[in-house]
């Protein structure tokens, strides 16, 4: 993405909170217009914006593989780029996971940066929850035809508690019926390295939930972590299933014109100027 002032704006006469965006890696490299769906959602929100040019991963890989040196390298470099903003939002759970429940726990015995990671943590946000019930959205003023079924990923669900808010704001998507599968709090089995190192068992787990949606009838899974959706729509590509994955957030942007997770042309960013 490209990437407003690396400094912290400062906050408007008018009270407008300022936000460092936490791209992740996934949006950055592989569907840079969740990023951009992100930004237009926060600026319609009445949000001033930041993207600072100095992070990178939120560390997790190098967690989950226990490397913990580069982990915590890693760590207090986002704390020291982010530190300077009302709120840290990421368009992901698992990111956001990452950055609010495990740094403060990781130093928790760190006398400097302990008590940093704890302030940190207390403004992160996973991006949906954040446009429900921090900074409201308000009415998603798009039209989007059609039915989806949403899929609660791991961390979003289980450490960040993650699960009325995005159905909330997709409820004002003028067209949009949501209909809810009986396995949407199942796993998608995607877990970063875990489907790479247990091959067998991702795809049992993609299979469950590609069948789920399969019974729902939707046109179109969303959900609000790339990572997933990969996974999910990788999945239904193999099995010839006609079923679209997009991340919520481009929906509630109305970003119509980007096409669906992992089909060809779906990933570059959209053209800021279709909507000036």
């Known amino acids: 993405m490209n990437a407003p002032p690396e400094k912290p704006l400062e906050t408007t006469a008018a009270g407008r909170p300022c936000v460092g965006l936490f791209v992740t890696c996934l949006v950055d490299l592989m569907r840079p217009g969740v990023g951009f769906a ?15 040019e100095s992070q990178t991963c939120c560390g997790q890989p190098a967690y989950n593989s226990g490397d913990m040196a580069d982990t915590l390298a890693i760590a207090k470099a986002t704390i020291e780029a982010f530190e300077g903003f009302d709120y840290v939002v990421a368009p992901s759970g698992s990111c956001a ?64 508690g993650v699960k009325a808010e995005p159905r909330r704001l997709l409820a004002g998507v003028d067209g949009l019926e949501i209909v809810e599968g009986e396995e949407a709090e199942r796993c998608c089995g995607f877990g970063g390295l875990f489907c790479i190192k247990y091959e067998d068992i991702s795809t049992g787990m993609v299979d469950v939930k590609v069948d789920d949606l ?45 096409p669906p997770i992992g089909e060809p042309g779906g990933d570059p960013a959209p053209d800021p100027a279709r909507r000036e």
Request: glycine share 10%; aromatic share 6%; with cysteine.
């Open 38 to 52: 992100a930004a237009e959602l926060l600026a319609r929100a009445g949000c001033d914006i930041a993207v600072p």
């Open 97 to 160: 996971g990452m950055l609010k429940v495990h740094y403060p726990e990781m130093f928790k015995d760190d006398a400097e940066w302990g008590p940093r990671a704890e302030v940190f943590a207390a403004k992160v946000f996973e991006l949906l929850s954040f446009l429900a019930d921090v900074v409201p959205l308000g009415p998603a003023d798009v039209s989007w035809p059609g039915k989806a079924s949403y899929h609660d990923s791991c961390a979003g669900l289980r450490e960040l």
């Open 214 to 258: 399969v019974e729902t009838g939707a046109e179109m899974v969303l959900g609000g972590d790339l990572g997933c959706l990969m996974n999910i729509a990788g999945r239904l590509q193999r099995r010839g299933i006609a079923i679209e994955a997009r991340h919520a957030a481009e929906v509630l942007a109305g970003m119509d014109d980007l």
